[in-house]
């Protein structure tokens, strides 16, 4: 790297400027971000390749759309802990921007932006950052990746199912069993029909989900106090906690009686995951009901059976977010499932996978002036297929078997002089420690 004044400098110590010493940056990412070296990075992409293979096995395409939107996808008026921490500022063009907490909204704009060209259902993935901006207190992290599946223009439970089976896909998949997960299922109806008796206008369901969803993170009568604060009279108060705390689906057709479509919903979802096959893995429960004001339905939400984590994924319906940004409503279910809770989760199980750098040759010439041949050898190598770490200045062979072992290279190929004037080239099978050699053409 040439320093400020031509001198030749390591890449992280600039020299000394003609005006005096520079200040050593601080190589550590902004607070509440993480690098990815590359044996963090072959986990994010051993997880996100099960993801992305999951939504493929579900016949879902890839979207993608910009970590930066404008401020107003994400102003909901519910008193959300997401819109809190939103990571939003003034751009140059006085623009107010934020930094996406979650991508729904994103998804829901481009849906609306397609508008009649796109024929539903649709069945949409993507895998982004997500971003928030906490106070410097907390210390928590300000970004993590969420795989998001969302499908929409499908008005029926089939689609909350089918969801729920592709996390389940998910899961197996990188060893988790209905032992160590579950997912706890309910359906935002239940309050629905709950606060109707209460002419509770439907502005406020947004709040009353944000605040009921605090119910185990804060004391119960700060709850109380938060739900009468939004105008919820005491007897609606006390109704409403009573119907979070019934335990199974038979008693709460008891409390709400049988017509309700919360019961007719519930039902043909667990009647679904008898045939989906994943019944063992889901229980209702009445107190889940996400934190997001825009769910109307089925919410659920995956949690580890012995209880030390925060939740694994969640997700639900949300029938009404697209008449949020004023377009026509459209039918919608999506779930996000996040990055770090789950890599917790294997790290507990003695789950997570032992991912090495694996190179299948370490090419190297025997001598400067053979490096060209070297080149040479090394493409007619990449040509086939083969993956070569070719060896780029001249180098001790002691220095390049450390560095085959290290990259646990399968093979060894050496440009030699007396062999390349017989026109061909040295191998050694490092696994084996078998050496041959062989016409380049010949090379496999
Ligand atoms: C456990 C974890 O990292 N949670 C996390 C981290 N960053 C976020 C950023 C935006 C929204 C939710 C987030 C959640």
């Known amino acids: 790297a040439e320093s400020p004044t031509g001198g030749r400098s390591g890449a992280l110590s600039p020299g000394p400027t003609v005006t005096g010493e520079v200040q050593k940056i601080d190589v550590n990412p902004p607070k509440g971000t993480r690098d990815f070296p590359p044996e963090d990075m072959r986990l994010r992409n051993w997880l996100f390749n099960n993801?992305?293979?999951?939504?493929?096995?579900?016949?879902?395409?890839?979207?993608?759309?910009?970590?930066?939107e404008s401020e107003a996808l994400f102003t909901r008026k519910a008193g959300?802990?997401?819109?809190?921490?939103?990571?939003?500022?003034?751009?140059?063009?006085?623009?107010?921007?934020?930094?996406?907490?979650?991508?729904?909204p994103s998804l829901a704009r481009l849906v609306i932006q397609k508008g009649k060209s796109i024929s539903l259902p649709l069945k949409w993935f993507t895998v982004g950052q997500c971003w928030r901006y906490e106070r410097m207190t907390r210390g928590r992290r300000r970004e993590h990746y969420q795989w998001n599946m969302d499908i929409i223009g499908v008005p029926g439970v089939m689609a909350e199912a089918e969801l729920i089976s592709s996390i389940v896909t998910l899961?197996?998949?990188?060893?988790?069993?209905?032992?160590?997960?579950?997912?706890?299922?309910?359906?935002?109806?239940?309050?629905?029909?709950?606060?109707?008796c209460y002419s509770i206008p439907d502005n406020m369901f947004g709040k009353v989900c944000v605040i009921i969803d605090k119910i185990e993170k804060i004391p119960v009568d700060e709850i109380k106090k938060e739900l009468n604060a939004v105008g919820l009279s005491q007897e609606a108060i006390e109704e409403l906690l009573l119907v979070l705390s019934v335990k199974s689906l038979t008693e709460l057709e008891e409390r709400l009686g049988g017509s309700g479509e919360?019961?007719?919903?519930?039902?043909?979802?667990?009647?679904?995951?008898?045939?989906?096959?994943?019944?063992k893995w889901l229980?209702?429960?009445a107190s889940v009901v996400r934190g997001l004001a825009y769910y109307t339905g089925i919410v659920f939400e995956g949690f580890d059976r012995e209880g030390k984590l925060r939740a694994i994924c969640g997700g639900g319906r949300y029938d009404h977010l697209f008449s949020t940004f004023g377009a026509d409503d459209i039918p919608a279910c999506g779930f996000g499932f996040g990055d770090a809770v789950i890599v917790e989760l294997l790290r507990e199980k003695g789950l997570l996978p032992e991912l090495s750098l694996q190179v299948d040759n370490i090419v190297c010439a025997l001598d400067e002036e053979l490096q060209g041949y070297a080149a040479m050898a090394a493409n007619i190598l990449r040509e086939k297929g083969q993956s070569v770490d070719l060896v780029l200045e001249s180098k001790p062979l002691k220095w390049v078997f450390k560095r085959a072992a290290r990259t646990n290279a399968e093979r060894l190929v050496l440009v030699g002089n007396s062999e390349w004037q017989r026109g061909v080239v040295g191998v050694k099978v490092l696994s084996t420690g078998e050496q041959y050699e062989v016409k380049l053409d010949d090379l496999k």
């Open 283 to 285: 229980q209702f429960d």
């Open 51 to 68: 993801f992305k293979e999951v939504s493929r096995l579900y016949g879902f395409e890839e979207i993608d759309f910009p970590v930066l």
């Open 80 to 104: 959300e802990e997401i819109k809190d921490q939103l990571y939003c500022f003034e751009d140059r063009g006085n623009r107010r921007v934020a930094l996406r907490p979650e991508l729904t």
């Open 262 to 279: 919360a019961i007719a919903d519930l039902k043909q979802l667990f009647s679904l995951a008898e045939k989906f096959g994943y019944s």
């Open 171 to 196: 899961f197996k998949r990188i060893g988790i069993t209905e032992s160590d997960v579950g997912f706890k299922v309910s359906s935002r109806k239940v309050l629905q029909e709950v606060l109707k």
